[in-house]
């Protein structure tokens, strides 16, 4: 069977070195070989062979740092690289060329600052990559997941988003939310203009006309009602595994009302599928998936439909 490929790069900052610790540890949960990188970006440097050199031997100690950690813990380091050029062009090809299953970096390291919610190179990474990616923040908990919540839509990177999340509750014997937003107030339009068939009723062709407030209501049950049944589908899931799952329906703006949930719940992993339903690219993280991605205060994992693995995690 072929193994999984973990792609771990790293820059040397505190949070680089707590990925590190989360890629390491998910490895060990799932067999997986790691390769470990670290990308010298000089175009920030006047070119010298003396600062080169200084980079240079830091990237050896970084990637070297993250080889002794994997191997005091039994797992195969597929590669240790240090390049030299744009980090976000260099990790994409290394994922390629590796066939990564998974990207595991630091949702924020050396390029971040308090104006940006998230590092540059992982944004970066993040809208272009098409492999599922696992930007890491520390929680209480750090690499030892306690509590996962998988986000679901209906789409098809969602559910395989459910899958790969139940696969790591089952992993780490986490609890599980299985977590649907809808937007009512969005989704039911509450006026209308009277067409040619409403006319044969009575009404005035070009009239507006609005919904009375208790039909406005059963559209927004009825939604939400099919908001139940789509985490209900996650849950279904869980019960196959093994795993007890919670089911969180809300009505809201998405991002706005995920974020809070993971923090009420002191959620450690949000699980979601990159691109939902009603997406414009396949090539493109959805907004709601990028903002989730950019802002939560957790771990994030984001998961294409796209990287269907040879052998779908268990």
């Not at 740092?65 to 062009?89: C, F, H, M, N, Y």
């Amino acid at each position: 069977m072929t193994k999984f490929q973990f792609l771990v790069p790293v820059d040397g900052s505190d949070s680089s070195r707590a990925a590190a610790k989360h890629a390491v540890e998910l490895a060990g949960k799932y067999g997986a070989e790691i390769s470990t990188m670290y990308v010298a970006d000089i175009r920030k440097y006047i070119p010298h062979d003396e600062i080169l050199e200084i980079i240079e031997g830091a990237g050896e100690e970084y990637v070297g740092q993250v080889r002794e950690l994997a191997l005091s813990k039994g797992i195969t380091v597929k590669s240790t690289k240090v390049l030299t050029g744009s980090p976000v062009d260099k990790i994409l090809i290394e994922a390629k060329e590796l066939d990564a299953s998974l990207i595991i970096m630091a949702a924020s390291g050396r390029t971040h600052t308090k104006a940006t919610p998230i590092g540059v190179v992982a944004n970066r990474v993040l809208r272009s990559c098409d492999t599922n990616i696992l930007l890491v923040r520390n929680t209480e908990n750090a690499e030892h997941y306690k509590k996962i919540m998988i986000l679901t839509d209906g789409s098809k990177d969602a559910e395989y988003a459910a899958q790969f999340g139940m696969s790591i509750a089952k992993r780490y014997n986490a609890e599980v939310y299985a977590c649907t937003i809808v937007d009512t107030q969005q989704k039911i339009i509450q006026r209308h203009v009277t067409t040619l068939e409403d006319v044969g009723h009575g009404k005035i062709l070009g009239e507006t006309m609005g919904y009375s407030e208790a039909i406005i209501n059963r559209l927004r049950q009825r939604l939400l009602d099919d908001a139940a049944k789509l985490a209900e589908n996650v849950r279904k899931i869980a019960d196959e595994k093994g795993i007890k799952a919670e089911i969180i329906v809300k009505d809201g703006k998405p991002a706005i009302e995920i974020l809070k949930i993971a923090r009420d719940q002191q959620i450690d992993l949000l699980v979601l599928g990159s691109t939902g339903k009603g997406s414009i690219s396949k090539m493109m993280v959805g907004s709601i998936s990028e903002k989730v991605a950019s802002t939560a205060k957790c771990s994030v994992l984001v998961v294409r439909s796209s990287r269907i693995e040879r052998v779908v995690p268990e």
